[in-house]
């Protein structure tokens, strides 16, 4: 089980972390995309 915790504040190299992250799986969906229709 996951419960959202807010209020939590997000250093700088998290963040870096996260949004590294966020860009592969922004391109991986691109890249699948006309699989998918």
Known sequence: ????V???EIDEE???YMD???NEL???RD???DLLK
């Open 1 to 4: 089980e996951y419960k959202r």
């Open 6 to 8: 807010e209020g939590l």
């Open 14 to 16: 998290s963040r870096k």
């Open 20 to 22: 590294h992250t966020l």
């Open 26 to 28: 922004l391109e991986e």
């Open 31 to 33: 890249g699948v995309a």
